[in-house]
């Protein structure tokens, strides 16, 4: 099993959509959980954290499932500028820092 | 203005040539990494350093080589033992030296060797 795992996609969905991303990671003693955003070609930019509450930023909903090991990201109402590749982070145990290979979305107008 | 730089964006070189890839970060952060990316990939660690004076090997260290004498940078070495050294390197700092909190990247190096 992969330390990290994310579904790869593409995720086609149109404009106004909401989407979901999942991303299982393998090290019940990871500590920490990020979701980046990475544009084609640049670099990874940081869109939130993950924390045990779960956490929102605008759009952006992050959560974090201890019992089944994953976080996930919701994306409401989409826009054109949403179209990245996200790629879920998972920091602390014995693996350091460990990125998922990113989950492509592309929306459509 | 704070961040992290790299330079050069763009770099060529020919086959056999140890190439040096600089990052330089103004944030203070004690931790920096070095990874790699190749087309369609995601990203895979080379090396990193908590603190100063010190630094880790990841997960693709070979053929790869690292300094951090000072803070704020953290140079990356490609020799000619890499055997396939063409790819996009991406540096990242974070503030702390469990390496427990968000990362910042600089722009990235495209490196071509030929």
């Known amino acids: 099993r992969k330390e990290v795992e994310q579904d790869p996609g593409p995720f086609n969905v149109p404009e106004g959509a909401t989407v979901a991303f999942n991303c299982t990671y393998s090290?019940?003693?990871?500590?920490?959980f990020f979701w980046y955003r990475q544009d084609c070609r640049k670099e990874p930019k940081l869109l939130m954290s993950v924390y045990s509450s779960g956490n929102e930023d605008g759009r952006f909903t992050a959560q974090l499932n201890r019992a089944s090991q994953y976080i996930s990201l919701l994306i409401r109402d989409s826009k054109l500028s949403d179209s990245a590749t996200y790629l879920c982070v998972v920091a602390g145990g014995y693996q350091k820092v460990t990125f998922g290979t990113g989950t492509k979305l592309q929306v459509i107008p | 203005d704070g961040g992290i730089t790299q330079s050069p964006k763009y770099l060529f070189r020919k086959e056999g040539q140890n190439v040096t890839l600089s990052c330089e970060q103004n944030l203070n952060h004690d931790a920096m990494y070095w990874y790699r990316q190749d087309p369609g990939q995601g990203l895979r660690l080379i090396y990193y350093s908590q603190i100063v004076n010190d630094f880790q090997k990841g997960d693709i260290a070979e053929g790869y080589s690292v300094s951090r004498e000072k803070k704020e940078s953290f140079p990356l070495t490609v020799t000619s033992a890499q055997k396939n050294p063409t790819a996009f390197y991406l540096c990242?700092?974070?503030?702390?030296?469990?390496?427990?909190?968000?990362?910042?990247f600089g722009p990235g190096t495209r490196l071509t060797v030929t």
């Open positions: 990242a700092s974070s503030s702390d030296r469990l390496l427990l909190s968000e990362q910042y």
């Open positions: 090290n019940s003693a990871s500590q920490s």
